[in-house]
């Protein structure tokens, strides 16, 4: 997905911060801040940034929802009306105390 025109050097966008912004704004791709040739740093816009955030936190509650599956049909875990009725049990017994 880079494209050669996606790549600056530091001293180059330190110079053009607000065309590299609008940039960054107008395409939705990133822009790779190299140092010597070593990208050093990524800048994306927050809508950009915002959709690989949500993206992120959809694959690790999937990821979770499959490592909890798996755990159940190891037999690992409880039904979950079971863990209902246990959780109403432990509450009831601290109102009693």
Do not use: C, W
Not at 71 to 86: H, M, N, Q, V
């Amino acid at each position: 997905m880079s494209r050669s025109t996606d790549i600056t050097n530091f001293t180059e966008h330190r110079s053009k911060l607000r065309d590299h912004l609008n940039h960054v704004k107008q395409t939705g791709r990133p822009l790779y801040i190299t140092t010597d040739g070593v990208t050093e740093a990524v800048v994306m816009s927050a809508k950009a940034y915002d959709e690989l955030a949500d993206r992120a936190d959809m694959a690790e509650s999937m990821a979770m929802m499959q490592r909890s599956d798996a755990e159940f049909k190891a037999g690992k875990g409880l039904d979950a009306k079971e863990a209902i009725r246990s959780l109403g049990k432990k509450s009831a017994g601290r109102e009693k105390k």
